[in-house]
């Protein structure tokens, strides 16, 4: 039995894949300059996990932009 993935994710994950495409950057790009693996950014990309605020902030500081544009979508509270 699969675990239903958490809607917030995944609509979060597809707005961080649209502003990091939307800078002409690659996944590999924000790994180096960030503290994070490929993996882990497509894994977040793909709502496949859940971050910790310091991984927010390192996808922030790998695509070079304020913390605040990743939190610039509407946002579905509604885990469901």
């Not at 707005?15 to 497509?42: C, M, P, Y």
Request: a positive charge; charged letters at 30%; aromatic letters at 6%.
């Amino acid at each position: 039995m699969s675990k239903k993935k958490d809607k917030r994710l995944i609509q979060f994950g597809a707005h961080l894949r649209s502003v990091r495409k939307e800078l002409g950057l690659s996944q590999d790009f924000v790994a180096t300059n960030s503290n994070l693996t490929k993996s882990n950014i497509s894994e977040i990309e793909n709502g496949n996990r859940n971050l910790a605020f310091t991984t927010f902030l390192e996808l922030a500081k790998g695509l070079g932009i304020d913390p605040k544009k990743l939190l610039d979508y509407r946002i579905d509270l509604n885990k469901e």
